[in-house]
């Protein structure tokens, strides 16, 4: 496996499974599942590995890519999911142990890439949210739900729900579904709310709950629709903040209001070029709470233009390049004109943008201004991790927002 | 001039500096040598115009560039430096004003690359930081120096220093050198202390200077060697950082303790690849303040004996991968070797690795760690730029600190 493929952005993993839907089947999507103590990667993280050998993602930072392709390869053969359950809590003198220091419990979920994981891949194409229901354990515990396999959990005629059953969930259209798009009427109701929550965070957990008198577990992977960042301008500066947050998995779109016609060409990495004027971003550009928004256009009045119109949307993030002074001449401009902003609006201004990083360069701006967007889109205060209380990831809980795990 | 050559690292364009110095001499390099308000860069950045009216490296966000172009023109056919004082404090009308949105008064000089900056290359090349100084008013003053440009300053016959003189200073031999390597004696020695200092930050800045009797304008320009950092691991997850540390100006060594035989095809931003043995890490990696190191093998035993040793060295920053618990396991492990740690030596550690950005996939993780390497290198307490200088309605004056000119 090549050491791109691995580090990837995980928006170019799902893109790959949904290339390798429509392929010969012979590809085993690995997803971790749950983490006890420590790792590298965090639930949901995932690789799809081929026939070849090849993976494209990463579950740890390396250690365990050769026995998932020996798993992947039984998973292969057998035609369905399998739990396998990695213990890097050995001793130090123990092959894990030694090769990985990553002292935790991994269990990563191997299945089959089939069609029936279309609807999550195709959801998240589309920019919505969506969350994969697993069966961990159902009912037929202890059978491994051999001939059960391949069941889509819609059966009338057999209500209960055996491992490997799977559904979906879409937050937008409150639907639980069948891979095949059918009501899943044998799933309980009251997945909707974490399944909800998990995939709007884009975060993935394990809930037990009791159905029909059965204990129940369910892995829920919520895949949260890429975070929208909007850079407004078209200097060769939006180059490298492009480049870098399409590599944090920002979906973005470029926004010129010169009329360049070569946007594409100029910004390989935005996922989107749109050319327009100040008076009509609302044209064709969605600001909603999940878009974050760069403004540097260099250029005052297009700059107080956007900025006007940004906060007075739900925009979470509007970053404004330049120094302090540049917005406080603006402000005058809005007070001469009577708009005004409240505290909540302009608690979303971040100018100067950018994290206290140091740097001149036009790369170090653009690190520092990235880094800034994913600490207010992941609700961080950013400081040093040695400095944070508790511990790095997010521990997803479903009924509270405990912290915990990783890395 | 194309996107990618703008935003190209610092580095890369002092290396496009060297490349060119044999050519024929039509390359005219433009340097920022005072900003006065605010600008997208800041002293000292570089920009390389060729006869094409191509250019590698910025100066602007994109708004004088073009008219650099017609300046190194002029420039060229004259044979000799000029500088050019560029005002964008205009009104929004005013073509500037309205195109850039900087608003400061930006002086550049621009000089015809000859063989004369062949020794501030050369010394960065060789890790060594170096000052290259420029007269920019003399005893000629309002002459503009005609018949003057070209000479040495060492002129044993004349003393005095005309417009366009230079020398270089490399403080590690603390000699002050004519562009032909010659004692620059007609330079009064008073320079060696902000030459040194400017040097060694990498931050360029003018000084008046009496000499005698004469005022006496130098423009000094601090070119430092790359910062060090040096990645211990050959882990898939060391290719983002190595990367993105590259695009951020670090000189990258990776040292791999598994004799891995492709580490120079697994990392290609690295400058370096070292294979070696936890024991023998002084053999061949300078561990000096310039210095700063990730830790990440992932394996128990290599990074304890790493950790041991960087904490027994000046450098500044060390980061370790993997959470806060598996260092407390190291201290026991130290502890029962009879090894300790003063607090000078542990509050260069940092671990867990990284600012709080929150992020999960091996693009974000790394952006996290390169984000605090930046900080630490820079002397940057991580936050909000606009946390930095008190809130954003308040007047505040800004300091006089070289950088704060800068995004």
Chains 1, 2 share one sequence.
Not at 6 to 33: C, F, K, N, Y
Not at 73 to 79: H, I, L, M, N, Y
Not at 296 to 325: A, C, K
């Amino acid at each position: 496996m090549t050491g791109s493929n691995w580090s990837v952005p995980e928006t170019e993993v799902v893109q790959r499974i949904h290339e390798r839907l429509g392929e010969d089947g012979t590809d085993v999507l690995a997803t971790i599942v749950d983490v006890e103590g420590n790792a590298y990667r965090r639930p949901g993280a995932k690789m799809l590995l081929d026939e070849a050998g090849e993976g494209v993602g990463s579950i740890t930072a390396g250690c365990l890519e050769d026995e998932l392709l020996v798993a992947a390869k039984s998973v292969r053969e057998r035609g369905r999911p399998e739990l396998v359950t990695y213990d890097l809590m050995e001793d130090d003198d123990d092959v894990w142990g030694l090769g990985v220091g990553c002292n935790g419990i991994i269990d990563v979920l191997l299945e089959p890439l089939t069609d029936a994981y279309r609807p999550a891949v195709e959801a998240f194409d589309e920019g919505r949210s969506v969350a994969v229901l697993t069966v961990l354990e159902g009912d037929d515990e202890g059978d491994e739900g051999d001939e059960r396999t391949g069941r889509d959990g819609s059966g009338e005629e057999d209500a209960s729900l055996a491992h490997g059953d799977r559904a979906y969930y879409h937050p937008e259209e409150g639907v639980l579904a069948t891979p095949d798009g059918e009501p899943a009427t044998a799933w309980p109701d009251d997945l909707a709310g974490p399944a909800t929550d998990l995939a709007e965070r884009g975060r993935a957990d394990t809930i037990e709950i009791e159905v029909r008198g059965e204990r129940l577990e369910v892995f829920i992977d919520g895949l949260a629709a890429p975070t929208e960042l909007v850079v407004f301008g078209s200097g060769h500066d939006v180059g490298p903040v492009t480049e870098l947050a399409a590599k944090n998995d920002f979906r973005v779109t470029v926004v010129s209001f010169r009329g360049s016609v070569d946007l594409e060409d100029r910004f390989p990495d935005a996922d989107e070029t749109v050319t327009t004027s100040p008076a009509a971003i609302d044209d064709g550009i969605n600001l909603d709470g999940r878009t974050y928004a760069v403004v540097m256009t260099h250029n005052f009045v297009d700059d107080r233009l956007t900025i006007e119109r940004l906060l007075d949307s739900p925009v979470p993030y509007v970053g404004l390049m330049g120094p302090q002074e540049r917005f406080e001449e603006m402000t005058e401009a809005f007070e001469s004109e009577g708009t005004t902003f409240d505290g909540a609006a302009l608690s979303s201004l971040y100018t100067p943008i950018g994290l206290d990083l140091g740097g001149g360069s036009p790369y170090q701006i653009a690190h520092s201004i990235v880094a800034e967007v994913l600490a207010v889109s992941n609700d961080r205060t950013p400081q040093h991790l040695n400095a944070r209380e508790g511990h790095i990831h997010d521990r997803v809980s479903v009924d509270s927002e405990a912290d915990s795990s990783s890395t």
